[in-house]
């Protein structure tokens, strides 16, 4: 390496892992196992920096008690991930993870569907961010990457914003080119303007090991959340080597940063 490329700085970028879908296995039959906290404790010991949970109003993969079994074990950050309702609001005051993300939430969805309408949220969702960020929550807004909710996150004090890669994802398992560009340099515009703003920018939603190296050549984004895709590649590899894998993926995505800024 040169002594200019020695000299380039770039932010380290975090791996959070999802655990959402080990809780679906586990619930498909009944019973306790498989245990989402197992999961947690061996995505820790591969190098995750965070664990990540949705609580869904309906329950339907991690429950309750996992949260709090969560809160009460971990030794890495738990991101508890939620609609924005007076009932999750009142859970995440009580257990008090290191941060929230706020996402949309449907009954009949099968996984989260687009972002957060925070324009559209109103004085409601602004109060739900207060009440999150005076109870030392750090509050994250799951949104797409368009310009007036990025502007609306950092009016209402969000901490963190992070973008729904799931667009540009699905386009490149469809062959769709020219789309999954133009959605590539959405993205790429919507993480500079929220780093102007004040913002933290995270990413996820669809993420593999091709797409997270490409995202995490972008030094303005500072975490990638990804769990199903994990999750799946665990059945045939294991998860620590999954974990692992993804680490190394994103390792190669910020060398190219780095590259690229000392050229």
């Given at each position: 390496m040169s002594s200019a490329a020695a000299l380039v700085t770039v932010p380290p970028i975090r791996?959070?892992?999802?655990?959402?879908h080990v809780a679906t296995v586990r619930n498909a039959r009944g019973g306790a196992l498989p245990d989402p906290l197992r999961a947690a404790a061996l995505a820790a010991a591969a190098g995750a920096d965070g664990i990540t949970a949705h609580l869904r109003e309906d329950r339907r993969h991690i429950r309750d008690d996992d949260m709090r079994r969560l809160r009460e074990t971990l030794t890495i950050p738990?991101?508890?991930?939620?609609a924005a309702t007076h009932e999750m609001v009142a859970i995440a005051t009580e257990l008090r993870p290191h941060a929230c993300c706020l996402v949309p939430e449907r009954r009949e969805e099968r996984t989260t569907e687009g972002g957060l309408d925070v324009v559209g949220g109103g004085i409601d969702l602004a109060h739900r961010v207060e009440r999150l960020a005076a109870a030392g929550?750090?509050?994250?807004?799951?949104?797409?990457?368009?310009?007036?909710?990025?502007?609306?996150a950092a009016d209402i004090g969000a901490a963190v914003i992070e973008l729904h890669t799931g667009a540009w994802c699905d386009h490149r398992v469809?062959?769709?080119?020219?789309?999954?560009?133009?959605?590539?340099?959405?993205l790429t515009r919507a993480a500079e303007q929220a780093t102007m703003l004040g913002l933290e920018v995270h990413a996820g939603h669809g993420l593999d090991y091709e797409t997270a190296e490409i995202i995490a050549a972008n030094g303005h984004v500072r975490e990638l959340n990804i769990g199903h895709f994990l999750i799946g590649e665990a059945i045939?590899?294991?998860?620590e080597t999954a974990i692992r894998r993804m680490r190394a993926a994103m390792a190669r995505g910020r060398a190219q940063l780095r590259a690229g800024k000392a050229a």
């Amino acid at each position: 390496m040169s002594s200019a490329a020695a000299l380039v700085t770039v932010p380290p970028i975090r791996l959070g892992v999802n655990i959402d879908h080990v809780a679906t296995v586990r619930n498909a039959r009944g019973g306790a196992l498989p245990d989402p906290l197992r999961a947690a404790a061996l995505a820790a010991a591969a190098g995750a920096d965070g664990i990540t949970a949705h609580l869904r109003e309906d329950r339907r993969h991690i429950r309750d008690d996992d949260m709090r079994r969560l809160r009460e074990t971990l030794t890495i950050p738990l991101n508890f991930e939620m609609a924005a309702t007076h009932e999750m609001v009142a859970i995440a005051t009580e257990l008090r993870p290191h941060a929230c993300c706020l996402v949309p939430e449907r009954r009949e969805e099968r996984t989260t569907e687009g972002g957060l309408d925070v324009v559209g949220g109103g004085i409601d969702l602004a109060h739900r961010v207060e009440r999150l960020a005076a109870a030392g929550i750090r509050v994250s807004l799951f949104i797409a990457p368009d310009a007036d909710q990025i502007v609306r996150a950092a009016d209402i004090g969000a901490a963190v914003i992070e973008l729904h890669t799931g667009a540009w994802c699905d386009h490149r398992v469809a062959g769709h080119r020219e789309e999954a560009t133009a959605e590539l340099e959405r993205l790429t515009r919507a993480a500079e303007q929220a780093t102007m703003l004040g913002l933290e920018v995270h990413a996820g939603h669809g993420l593999d090991y091709e797409t997270a190296e490409i995202i995490a050549a972008n030094g303005h984004v500072r975490e990638l959340n990804i769990g199903h895709f994990l999750i799946g590649e665990a059945i045939f590899e294991g998860l620590e080597t999954a974990i692992r894998r993804m680490r190394a993926a994103m390792a190669r995505g910020r060398a190219q940063l780095r590259a690229g800024k000392a050229a």
